[in-house]
């Protein structure tokens, strides 16, 4: 499978971006040269080789949920440059 100057052109399209016809030429080029390697590691044997998500044996990075101390609504807002009762007074965005 060989990326066309049509191909670039499409995902230039749809990504908004415009190229140069040098710069269109360079990137089919660089493309297939990126698709002919990971046709190369196509030829790797992995049978017995599981599936990773990650380099590290990792199994579990998530720490435990716990109920912890929370700051009061003073403390939060003691240092927000402007407030109306107990909120954060932002400007207004939408008219």
């Known amino acids: 499978m060989a ?6 052109r499409k995902v230039a399209y749809l990504s908004r971006l415009s190229f140069s016809a040098e710069e269109e ?3 089919v ?11 190369k590691l196509n030829e790797l044997n ?5 599936p990773t998500s990650h380099v ?6 998530f ?3 716990g109920v912890v101390p929370s700051l009061s609504q003073d403390e939060l807002l003691a240092n927000a440059p402007s407030r109306r ?3 954060f007074r932002v400007p207004k965005v939408i008219e």
Not at 29 to 39: A, K, V
Not at 56 to 61: H, M, R
């Open 85 to 87: 009762g107990g909120y």
């Open 56 to 61: 590290l044996p990792i199994s579990n990075v």
């Open 25 to 27: 030429k360079r990137l």
């Open 3 to 8: 990326v066309t100057l049509d191909d670039v």
């Open 29 to 39: 080029d660089e493309l297939n040269r990126i698709l002919s390697f990971m046709e």
């Open 46 to 50: 992995t049978e017995g080789v599981s």
């Open 63 to 65: 720490r435990e949920d």
